[in-house]
């Protein structure tokens, strides 16, 4: 048996927290489904492993916030009084889990209950998979090595200039090698100084605030996919306007920065227009040609009159050092830039990462899906509800006239 995996229920990504606060005022009865896949081929989860996926979650599902920790969220000025005193009753539940070994990876899982609950689930859940799988399927210590001398290449590369990348964030958690390396790259990545460069922050909010960095997260993908398709009234294809009009009755100008490829960036360009993007700070790009995507969103805030030198592109897709360089010096002098690199700092070892997600995949008894800029990201088990969306976002498309 290992040691516990998730020791604090502040060990998640901040942007659970964003979307958290905003389920919890907005759509607390809303229900979902969500499902685990491993998009690796040649992986396989012995009966062992899944005995310990189990027996991590039930330990995760026996946390409770600390005092300290919600006093910690409670300074952050986005969240609210309320929000904190719902967490302080709040807890997950194992009941919430289904999990098997009847999967062709040789791992299912399935969580179902309120959004409340089950969005809170995805990212230890994740860590706990990737933990268990490369503690046991490995030498750790052979792997922790080479983690270490990967980090130092990196860092000196910081050190030296080859990486020039303006602000950027770690945002490795869900797919991290351990908690141990992930802390390990933090702290490195924090005490170090570079030109051209600078680390701000990470997505995981108990490591950010063990270490005094900034918790940095707003939506995903699970938020427009919920909010947009969730309700059986809505026309999927404008996902997006609901998505983005239930955020800002949330945080007014606070907290925004909008997620654009949940049902491909062109349809949501066409929800984002000068009010959204007057309050939304800057866009996160998350699949398809950054260069292209990004010349793109400055050529969209330049025809509403909005100088793209005030707004922030914030790239988070498969991301490493040399590629977020290529970008950084693509669009310098022309916007803002941020990026999130996640596994290239989190899960860097001489074996192949796992890539692994957990998806919505119903909401309140309905089939939703992702349909973002390129093929293989998303995650449904209707073939036709995805023909369904499709047809909605073609058609509108086709024929909405501004």
């Known amino acids: 048996m290992l040691q516990q995996i998730i020791n604090s229920l502040l060990e998640t990504d901040a942007y659970k927290f964003s979307m958290g606060q905003a389920i919890y005022h907005q759509f607390s009865a809303y229900k979902t489904t969500w499902s685990f896949k491993c998009r690796n081929e040649d992986v396989h989860f012995t009966k062992e492993m899944v005995e310990e996926i189990k027996r991590q979650i039930q330990l995760y599902c026996g946390l409770r916030f600390k005092e300290d920790e919600l006093m910690y969220l409670n300074s952050i000025k986005w969240i609210k009084g309320s929000y904190v005193d719902f967490l ?56 922790m090595a080479s983690f270490r001398e990967r980090l130092a290449a990196k860092l000196e590369g910081l050190r030296n200039g080859t990486y020039e990348m303006g602000p950027f964030s770690e945002f490795g958690m869900r797919r991290r090698f351990s908690g141990e390396a992930e802390e390990m790259a933090i702290l490195a990545l924090k005490e170090g100084s570079y030109e051209g460069s600078t680390f701000v922050g990470t997505s995981n909010v108990y490591l950010a605030k063990k270490h005094n960095v900034v918790p940095i997260g707003t939506m995903a993908h699970e938020w427009i996919m919920c909010v947009g398709q969730g309700n059986h009234k809505h026309n999927p294809a404008y996902s997006n306007w609901y998505a983005l009009d239930a955020w800002v009755k949330e945080y007014g100008v606070l907290n925004g920065t909008a997620l654009t490829d949940t049902i491909t960036t062109d349809c949501f360009l066409r929800d984002f227009q000068l009010t959204y993007s007057t309050l939304f700070s800057g866009v996160r790009h998350d699949s398809g040609d950054p260069f292209m ?105 086709n024929n909405q006239t501004d």
């Open 88 to 143: 302080r009753l709040w807890k997950p539940r194992y009941e919430d889990f289904t999990i098997t070994d009847d999967a062709p990876c040789g791992l299912s899982i399935e969580t179902k209950g309120t959004w409340l609950n089950t969005s809170m689930y995805e990212i230890p859940t994740l860590a706990i998979v990737n933990e268990v799988y490369f503690r046991m399927a490995y030498d750790y210590d052979e792997l």
């Open 293 to 397: 995507w990004g010349d793109k969103m400055i050529a969209h805030y330049q025809s509403l009159g909005i100088d793209p030198k005030q707004k922030t592109l914030l790239f988070s897709d498969s991301l490493n050092f040399e590629r977020a360089t290529e970008i950084y010096r693509y669009f310098k002098g022309r916007t803002k830039i941020a990026f999130g690199i996640g596994t290239y700092i989190a899960n860097d070892t001489k074996v192949e990462p796992l890539n692994i997600v957990m998806k919505t995949t119903a909401c309140n008894g309905m089939d939703v899906a992702k349909l973002s800029d390129v093929k293989g990201k998303g995650m449904c088990k209707s073939e036709e509800y995805i023909h369904y969306l499709r047809r909605c976002i073609e058609w509108r498309m």
